[in-house]
């Protein structure tokens, strides 16, 4: 039993960290194309194709696949409510990588909201 | 420049968007559920439950609503700040557990829910702070 929650939550944080992965190619898909102003149909529309020809959105989708897969397989030997709580630490892998990757800057009550993500992971683990 | 008042159309889109959520997650179970017969023990089993829960009605309609609340959650952030939307919509969190003890008889205990609730306040404080660090640059 405690191996078996070992192995879950290893393939959760697997498609967390994939998910990372995949919002990092997002966003700096999206970045480079240096959107900004006014919404209208024709603009969104000539975005979505910009976005559509960047390899970076490909390996994106890829990534989204692949943490699909793993998410399916946690779900064949999981609780949905273990397994769903449990998948929040993407937000502790977001983080991590928006602060070193994107070097984006961090205020206190970001932190002070990770740091409760991580304790009520534990907690539900530990159930 | 921030989008803050909640009006009662988007309050129902956010409704409609946790809901919806709550669903994808739903469906998602119910597809690996309706697999269970396959034992994942290894790479090729793994592949051969993967490639039956990918013909389940199940998943199919977990994808279909995981677009219906891309596009749902695309018009609420064209109307409103994140920071707002967020705390709003992370009902799920609660929601999803509900679920799973109604309809998949999964059982939570108080410690469990301590820590769903500690999750919940983290996800909400995070999203607090992107306004806190837009208003810092302003």
């Known amino acids: ?127 | 420049m921030f989008k803050k008042k909640v009006t009662l159309k988007i309050l129902l889109l956010l409704i409609t968007s946790d809901i919806l959520e709550t669903a994808i997650h739903f469906f998602f179970k119910k597809g690996a559920l309706a697999e269970a017969q396959f034992s994942v023990v290894d790479m090729p089993s793994a592949l051969v439950f993967l490639k039956a829960v990918f013909s389940s009605p199940f998943l199919w309609a977990g994808l279909l609503t995981v677009v219906a609340v891309f596009v749902i959650w695309s018009t609420i952030l064209s109307k409103i700040d994140l920071s707002v939307a967020v705390p709003i919509a992370s009902f799920s969190y609660i929601l999803v557990p509900v679920v799973s003890v109604i309809f998949l008889h999964e059982q939570i205990s108080a410690l469990r829910w301590m820590g769903i609730l500690l999750i919940l306040a983290g996800v909400i404080l995070v999203s607090l702070s992107s306004k806190e660090r837009i208003a810092q640059s302003k």
């Open chain 1, 1 to 127: 039993m405690r191996e078996g929650l070992l192995v879950t939550l290893f393939m959760i944080s697997l498609t967390s960290l994939c998910d990372t992965i995949n919002q990092l190619f997002l966003k700096s898909a999206i970045d480079s194309l240096n959107f900004g102003g006014k919404f209208n149909f024709v603009r969104i529309f000539k975005f979505i194709f910009q976005l559509l020809i960047k390899p970076r959105i490909w390996l994106s989708f890829v990534f989204s696949v692949i943490s699909l897969c793993i998410w399916l397989l946690v779900l064949s030997r999981a609780d949905l409510n273990f397994a769903f709580s449990a998948d929040s630490m993407h937000y502790i892998f977001i983080a991590l990588a928006s602060r070193f990757i994107l070097k984006e800057r961090f205020t206190s009550l970001r932190w002070l909201g990770t740091g409760l993500i991580v304790t009520g992971i534990v907690f539900v683990s530990l159930s």
